[in-house]
């Protein structure tokens, strides 16, 4: 694999208000689809699509799923008209099926916002056709490095893979707050996290529940999680990171974002 293929990249996306709201996230995600204007599409592994098996969108028009609650109203409104890429879907499919691992195609799903949030801000023309794999209920981050690795060469391609989640994604957990400082904990997994990306080691990565500190207030249900694995073992054997992206918002959630690459080969 040449190693100067599209690197995959991580994105943490937040609360779906982020289109809404002057953070510094919103401003990277804004700057960091210039980037990526002439790409042919992009896989989307968001960590609010999670099945039983892997399973890909293939729809042409795919909707606007607006799966949250309690937000303003200005939020519901939001349509992004998003194509979809049924051919890329089905490449996708054959290729996990291809790596030994079991794939499903849905022809009704559309993009839930941990897609079309961050696509909306970088790709605003709704331009680039977007297609969604999801992630697996058993949440096993040795699982999803294998599915990473199965759709590898999707960047021969110039497809963009991106991994849709959090870095540090503390909702569930009772101490977590909106507002105020960042706890030391937060911090702390968060350093481990940057430490293990930019070595990349695969095996803390995988391991992180036994590994990291305080990984069950980081991610107490390990959703968000697992779209960064899957995007490290796009990155192929080998592969480290790079930060492109630093900061918290509401105290501990952290919205760092990497970008992978596989340093392990030569042209």
């Not at 803390?204 to 249900?221: K, M, S, T």
């Not at 919205?255 to 596989?262: G, H, L, P, R």
């Amino acid at each position: 694999m040449n190693k100067n293929l599209l690197p995959p990249i991580f994105i943490s996306h937040g609360a779906p208000t982020l289109p809404l709201e002057e953070i510094p996230a919103r401003e990277f995600l804004m700057k960091l689809g210039s980037h990526y204007r002439n790409i042919k599409a992009v896989l989307c592994i968001s960590a609010h699509w999670q099945t039983v098996i892997p399973t890909v969108n293939s729809v042409e028009e795919p909707e606007t799923i607006h799966d949250f609650y309690g937000f303003p109203e200005e939020l519901y409104q939001i349509e992004y008209p998003a194509k979809g890429d049924p051919e890329l879907a089905n490449d996708v499919a054959g290729l996990i099926k291809d790596s030994g691992l079991s794939c499903d195609i849905n022809h009704e799903r559309g993009l839930d916002h941990g897609a079309w949030v961050p696509m909306m801000l970088m790709f605003p023309n709704a331009d680039i056709p977007i297609v969604q794999l999801s992630i697996q209920s058993h949440l096993d981050p040795n699982q999803h490095m294998k599915l990473g690795r199965a759709i590898e060469e999707l960047r021969i391609h110039n497809v963009l893979i991106i991994g849709s989640g959090g870095a540090v994604h503390p909702l569930g957990y009772p101490g977590f707050h909106f507002g105020g400082e960042t706890d030391q904990w937060a911090i702390e997994f968060d350093d481990w996290l940057t430490d293990a990306v930019i070595r990349g080691d695969e095996k803390l990565l995988i391991n992180y529940r036994n590994l990291a500190p305080y990984p069950e207030r980081a991610h107490p249900y390990p959703d968000h999680y697992m779209p960064l694995v899957a995007t490290y073992g796009a990155a192929g054997d080998g592969a480290k990171g790079k930060v492109i992206h630093h900061s918290w918002y509401a105290g501990d959630l952290g919205m760092a974002a990497y970008q992978f690459q596989d340093y392990s080969v030569t042209d």
